[in-house]
């Protein structure tokens, strides 16, 4: 999917009344959420990579 997709896809939903315009507390919530999935992923890496190292 490119962006000229993504782009016409939202548009859809905006006039269909399905995707809501975009609040700054959404977007603050959103960075954050992504920010505790990548420390769990890096953490899960890392206890991935000892583990193989122990062997």
Known sequence: ???SNTANAR???R???V???T???DVAGSLALAGVAIAA???V???IARGASAR
Do not use: E, I, V
Request: aromatic fraction near 0%; charge should be positive; charged fraction near 35%.
């Open 45 to 47: 890496a890392r206890r």
């Open 15 to 17: 006039r269909a009344g």
């Open 19 to 21: 995707l809501r315009p």
């Open 1 to 3: 999917m490119n962006a």
């Open 41 to 43: 992923s890096h953490a």
């Open 11 to 13: 548009g859809r939903l």
């Open 23 to 25: 609040r700054a507390r």
